[in-house]
């Protein structure tokens, strides 16, 4: 164990730091207190930075292992040495979606309950407003801005005994509209980062471009955090910027980066798009939905092979691999699990499907999630005997390639980012004037989907009155603008079954075709 670290994690950073701590580890640029100029850190300086952290969070905030940090801000190279620093102290790092609403965060505070909520300029009235019993808040530079005592003990985390100490803490919404915590381990993300290097095949000389938010898990975990793990250097964006993602193919040439289809439409769409050379990526990953046929050409066509990466929050996300190798040859597959993990499909009996058959997704793996936060009960922790549902359909071909072919929930996937329609409904019924409602996802070329809510109005005054617009203020206010419907249509009933279940399938029937 390195410089007597608990924490593998943090043990592989200071390994990082002593064995080849000239090389590049971070390249961050965009920085809010300095936006024109870039930070640059090899790895022997942000081991430093790891430090020096650690030390404050220890005597500053007093942070304890189990305590929640929270994170809410843009893409910051301190969110990631925030993350190890919690490694080393047995903290748990909560990312926070700064797309989200205020009362929509509160729901994430009042259930994780994190002892300190570090923010950037940009949310600082967010982060504010935020509140939880005993939080503290902080700036992001606070973190960092002083000389920090030295010599703090560490906790003694008992590896030999725990090794599977939580780290990580994201939140997605159930189907139920309700903010759920997939809980990851430190060993998950070891084994996670395990299953990236086995689907980038990292090489020497590689460099990742990292755009996506930091908040998900696939901006994280897929590329992110397991290329510094693996020694890879990162050049790190505040934010996805389809000007600024063509500018480094000139300036830092990057061999990696990862794309979800809303970002690659927006390159596509820039005006250097033609003239700008991609000759320096060796390949891009996807993720997070169904990607267009045509995407993928297009970039195929410029000689850049795109792999997929099919998984989860729960899942860690790496899980079904289509590795940049087999990435022509098998254009719309997800690939094969990683060499740690099972995947099943089964039928709607529970059994498992044969070739060519479809079945729900159900994986098994060293990167899973230990469960939600605060589950009451092993039925409510999300996994069945080790095994996470996914509820996403999949069909395996006889040389075990696996194709994802829809999903069994009615989850919304827009521009990478996941809706329930649940949780807009929930807040739609509260309206005076609506009656019933549900929302459905329609396809969209931009987005990939987009939410349509359909309404059925009260016979009062209320309902009479009732329009698009001020179904769009009721929602503006209480839900991120992403999940918004885009569309607003009201019908004089919703088809339902004999036991009053309104039919999505039957409804999505109806809708195509119809004007709002």
Same mark, same amino acid.
């Given at each position: ?26 390249? $961050? ?12 850190? =090899? $790895? ?66 009042? =259930? ?12 600082? =009235? ?52 309700? /903010? ?20 980038? !095949? ?10 996506? /938010? ?22 790190? @964006?505040?934010? $996805? ?96 699990? @990683? ?43 999300? *996994? ?25 929930? !009615? ?19 509260? *309206? ?27 016979? =009062?005054?209320?309902?009479?009155? *009732? ?14 603008? $992403? ?28 809708? @195509?075709?119809?004007?709002?």
């Amino acid at each position: 164990m390195f410089a007597q670290e608990s924490s593998l994690i943090a043990a592989r950073f200071a390994q990082l730091a002593q064995e080849c701590g000239a090389q590049p580890a971070m390249t $961050f640029r965009g920085d809010e207190r300095q936006p024109d100029q870039t930070l640059a850190y =090899d $790895f022997a300086q942000f081991w430093r930075r790891i430090e020096r952290v650690t030390a404050h969070l220890q005597s500053h905030w007093g942070v304890q292992p189990g305590d929640r940090v929270a994170w809410l801000g843009l893409n910051h190279e301190l969110q990631l040495v925030t993350l190890v620093a919690c490694a080393r102290l047995g903290a748990i790092f909560l990312p926070l979606n700064f797309r989200l609403a205020v009362p929509e965060l509160q729901q994430v505070m009042h =259930d994780a309950q994190p002892r300190l909520l570090v923010h950037d300029s940009h949310h600082a =009235d967010t982060g504010q407003a935020l509140q939880a019993e005993g939080l503290q808040h902080t700036h992001h530079d606070e973190l960092i801005a002083s000389a920090s005592p030295r010599g703090l003990p560490l906790p003694k985390l008992h590896w030999d005994v725990h090794n599977d100490l939580p780290l990580l803490l994201v939140y997605t919404s159930g189907t139920t509209g309700v /903010p759920k915590g997939a809980v990851h381990t430190q060993a998950a993300l070891l084994a996670n980062a395990r299953a990236s290097a086995w689907a980038h !095949d990292f090489v020497p000389g590689d460099k990742v471009l990292s755009t996506l /938010p930091l908040f998900h898990v696939g901006g994280l975990c897929i590329q992110t955090l397991p290329a510094l793990l693996a020694g890879v250097p990162v050049v790190l @964006h505040p934010r $996805f910027d389809p000007s600024a993602w063509l500018g480094e193919m000139n300036t830092s040439q990057p061999s990696l980066s990862l794309l979800v289809p809303a970002t690659m439409r927006a390159v596509f769409e820039h005006p250097r798009w033609a003239e700008t050379s991609l000759a320096c990526l060796r390949g891009i990953m996807t993720g997070s939905s169904t990607v267009p046929v045509a995407y993928l050409d297009t970039l195929h066509a410029r000689g850049v092979p795109v792999g997929q990466v099919y998984g989860t929050t729960e899942t860690g996300p790496v899980s079904i691999v289509l590795r940049l190798p087999e990435a022509m040859a098998r254009v719309g597959a997800s690939g094969w699990p @990683h060499p740690e993990a099972q995947v099943k499909l089964i039928g709607a009996q529970g059994q498992e499907v044969g070739p060519g058959e479809t079945g729900e997704v159900c994986i098994r793996a060293a990167n899973l999630m230990r469960g939600y936060w605060r589950a009451d009960g092993e039925s409510h922790t999300g *996994l069945q005997d080790g095994w996470f549902h996914s509820g996403d359909l999949g069909q395996r071909a006889e040389d075990g390639c696996i194709t994802i072919v829809g999903r069994s929930k !009615d989850m919304i996937i827009s521009g990478g980012e996941n809706i329930y329609p649940a949780e807009i409904e929930n807040l739609l019924v509260t *309206l005076p004037g609506v009656a019933e409602c549900a929302v459905v996802g329609l396809p969209d070329v931009r987005w990939g989907e987009v939410p349509v809510a359909v309404l059925v109005r009260t016979s =009062d005054a209320a309902g009479q009155t *009732l329009d698009a617009e001020a179904v769009l203020q009721h929602l503006q206010s209480r839900i991120a603008r $992403f999940k918004l419907p885009r569309r607003v249509v009201f019908r004089d009933s919703l088809p339902k079954s004999a036991l009053g279940k309104v039919q999505k399938p039957a409804l999505l029937a109806l809708l @195509h075709g119809t004007k709002p």
